[in-house]
């Protein structure tokens, strides 16, 4: 890896695994632990720092000065890049969907604070640019420009994201994880071993297709795993106060922070499960911190 990433690999903090102490688990005896990679860094923290690791040592390898990327405009995966690019000295530029906000999104602030170019497009124009997958794919793109597609969401990420899987020493059953593109929940996969449960936890409404996206990615087809599509609140991003309670409850019992958008769902719906009777007694669940804490401001 490029010297100045394993610098700045050194300089993250360490993502811990934490026992969540609660009697109501306790009274269903199941263990709930969660692999803390929000500690990794405030910004460039859970699975960005994952998925964007191995692209950004690919960038580096092929000369690049500028990354490119798209996104909302609360977006953790640009905002990581904003500032990681500041950190490795590379420029960035952002495509955001929809209308300039008036005024920027503290997200948006942050990614211009840290000189990323900001190019508003039209929510057409960006689905179309979600074919793009290649570093070079993207039309009109220079060859000292390195093109990232949605989130991030390639094979390199992929190998990023296993990472968490070997970090992982205890023994568990079962591992959860929030899905956006799925490339997360594809990653933890084809790393865990076969005889644990992979859960994924839908923050988008009718994300249906995350199922054959998720598939697409596999080496091997496998059926340890599935997505949960009932924890949304309504769809991406949407708070309402069933689930703002849940979070603000649970960060009071456990001092770990959650956000509503992915995080915070996620674990609603293994409480849930819970509920349901879904983990047999005995059974260990790690829940895997994505991070993304600064999506939660101007929500809680
Ligand atoms: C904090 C956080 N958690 C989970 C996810 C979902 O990740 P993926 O898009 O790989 O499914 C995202 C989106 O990238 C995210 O920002």
């Given at each position: 890896m490029y010297p100045s990433l394993v610098a700045l690999e050194n300089s993250l903090g360490k993502s811990v695994l934490t026992q969540i102490h609660d009697p109501f688990l306790e009274s269903k005896a199941v263990e709930l632990w969660i692999k803390r990679d929000d500690l990794?860094?405030?910004v460039i923290s859970g699975n960005k720092w994952r998925k964007?690791?191995?692209?950004?040592?690919?960038?580096?390898?092929?000369?690049v000065d500028t990354l490119i990327s798209m996104g909302g405009a609360y977006s953790n995966h640009?905002?990581?890049l904003a500032f990681v690019g500041k950190t490795l000295k590379l420029?960035?530029?952002?495509?955001?969907?929809?209308?300039?906000?008036?005024?920027?999104?503290?997200?948006?602030?942050?990614?211009?604070?840290?000189?990323m170019k900001l190019r508003f497009v039209t929510r057409s124009e960006y689905r179309l640019l979600r074919n793009h997958k290649h570093w070079q794919d993207l039309p009109g793109i220079k060859l000292n420009q390195y093109w990232l597609p949605e989130g991030g969401a390639n094979p390199l990420a992929l190998k990023g994201v296993g990472e968490i899987v070997d970090?992982?020493?205890i023994s568990y059953d079962v591992l959860c994880v929030a899905c956006g593109t799925g490339t997360t929940l594809a990653g933890l996969i084809r790393k865990a071993p076969k005889q644990k449960t992979v859960l994924g936890f839908a923050a988008l409404n009718k994300a249906r297709y995350l199922e054959s996206d998720?598939?697409?990615q596999l080496i091997i087809n496998c059926h340890n795993w599935e997505i949960f599509h009932d924890y949304h609140f309504g769809g991406f991003a949407k708070l309402n106060s069933k689930l703002a309670l849940f979070i603000n409850d649970f960060e009071a019992k456990t001092s770990v922070p959650l956000e509503p958008v992915?995080?915070?769902?996620?674990?609603?719906?293994?409480?849930d499960l819970i509920i349901q009777g879904r983990f047999k007694p005995g059974q260990r669940i790690v829940a895997i911190h994505t991070g993304g804490l600064q999506g939660k401001r101007g929500y809680l």
């Open positions: 990794l860094h405030p964007l690791k191995y692209n950004l040592d690919d960038a580096l390898s092929k000369d640009l905002h990581a420029k960035t530029i952002g495509i955001i969907r929809g209308e300039h906000p008036t005024p920027l999104t503290p997200t948006l602030q942050d990614m211009e604070n840290w000189r970090e992982i020493d998720v598939k697409s992915y995080t915070g769902k996620m674990l609603y719906g293994i409480y």
